[in-house]
């Protein structure tokens, strides 16, 4: 039975109740069934966990009795509907209607990135410092300190630079992986 069908039978079978309470049930399924197709489920699936129209209309019609029965004052008439859902579809709906994964997450990867960030500028802080050996060493050249002096600070200072450079760039890389992968994983958590 497709789904169209089940909600048809509903509607007939609940003939005789106000049309707000028709429409409020039937919106009421609507909204869950497409929840759940959009979650993957196929229509005999949500159709066996909602019921058989008749069982449905027998909850609206008993739910819509009690209402009468205790709001006979009251002009406004609601239809309170339940039946199980499973809990891992719960959580999913709890997840996408709040931010509750969503900030240790986002905290998570604020730290990390903002650690890679640091390690990249101390990745150009070498690169500055091997920049500023490199300047001594030509001091202690012209300063008369020997040719070995400056040959080992020059050393240092390329050393310096070098590293400063790759650790610089593979950590901004990292960076941004690290960045794309948790707003890749942020956007398929609300979106499936």
């Not at 489920?41 to 909850?59: H, L, Q, R, V």
């Not at 709040?98 to 990390?112: N, Q």
């Not at 794309?180 to 942020?186: D, S």
């Amino acid at each position: 039975m497709t789904y169209t069908k089940w909600e048809s039978e509903l509607k007939s079978l609940l003939a005789g109740l106000p049309e707000k309470e028709i429409e409020e049930a039937t919106r009421y399924y609507s909204e869950i069934y497409g929840d759940k197709r959009d979650a993957g489920f196929s229509d005999e699936d949500i159709i066996k966990e909602f019921g058989t129209p008749e069982e449905c209309a027998e909850k609206i019609r008993a739910e819509a009795s009690e209402d009468s029965e205790n709001n006979d004052n009251s002009s406004e008439k609601t239809v309170n509907i339940s039946f199980k859902i499973p809990e891992k579809e719960r959580m999913k709906k709890i997840a996408k209607t709040t931010l509750f994964p969503v900030i240790p997450l986002a905290f998570a990867a604020f730290l990390t990135i903002a650690a890679i960030l640091s390690f990249a500028a101390s990745g150009a802080s070498i690169a500055i410092g091997g920049a500023g050996s490199l300047v001594l060493s030509f001091l202690h050249l012209f300063a008369g300190d020997g040719f070995l002096v400056f040959l080992s600070m020059f050393g240092i200072g390329l050393a310096g630079i070098g590293l400063g450079f790759i650790l610089t760039v593979a950590f901004l890389y990292l960076a941004k992986k690290i960045s794309v992968k948790a707003f890749n994983y942020l956007k398929g958590f609300y979106t499936k």
